[in-house]
């Protein structure tokens, strides 16, 4: 008798997890429907894509380089590039930037980093909406016929500005340039970061023009 009231309740247990399986396949299908996939996909190419892990990295870096006071605008700056770049890409049919324009902007913000300048916020500005513009002129390349682009647009401006939010916030933790001078230990190790992020750049010019 415990047998069968044991068998009983492991069949209702399976028939259990059968139905919330079901359910959680149908609760995933509504969302593909919903197209937020476009939302995920926008979000996330660029954080698989080399060119921009080390444009939006150094970026960030150097935000944060600079202080709090100068930083925090590119928080707005840079998105608001990325969705300019992306809606010139599709209004004008804009091809993606040769990969020598990567490696050249990668190679011009290693030794902005490397140098230590204390650019005017115009300038941080321009140049922050210049790369968004570019990244996101690059990442209209992935769009298809069936990409909703509201949901796409959105997901490239959260990644943007997630990533260089949160960069930013690290550098200003670890370098506190508004207490400590450049000439301290943690300032130099951010300056040779941006000698590495020079030698990629260096590097990927060189590949680039030998191709």
């Known amino acids: 008798m415990r047998n069968v009231h044991l068998s009983t309740r492991v069949s209702t247990a399976l028939l259990a997890a059968l139905l919330l399986l079901t359910q959680a396949g149908v609760a995933d299908a509504h969302i593909v429907s ?3 996939g476009d939302f995920y996909a926008a979000a996330l190419h660029p954080l698989l894509t080399l060119q921009d892990i080390v444009l939006w990295g150094a970026l960030g870096v150097l935000a944060g380089s600079l ?68 990244r996101g002129a690059a990442n209209a390349g992935e769009l298809v016929p069936q990409t909703d682009l509201l949901l796409y647009v959105a997901g490239l401006a959260t990644a943007g500005y997630v990533v260089i939010t949160l960069v ?40 680039s023009l030998a191709a």
């Open 34 to 36: 919903a197209r937020l």
């Open 67 to 134: 202080g709090a006071a100068r930083g925090r605008w590119l928080v707005v700056i840079f998105p608001l590039g990325l969705c300019a770049g992306l809606g010139l890409a599709i209004t004008m049919n804009l091809a993606p930037p040769p990969p020598v324009v990567d490696a050249a902007t990668i190679l011009g913000l290693g030794l902005l980093l490397a140098t230590a300048l204390r650019l005017p916020l115009a300038v941080l500005g321009l140049v922050a909406f210049g790369l968004g513009l570019m």
């Open 168 to 207: 930013m916030a690290l550098t200003l933790i670890f370098r506190r340039p508004d207490t400590e001078p450049v000439s301290h230990w943690r300032g130099i190790a951010v300056r040779a970061a941006g000698g590495w992020v020079a030698a990629v750049g260096l590097m990927m010019a060189g590949l």
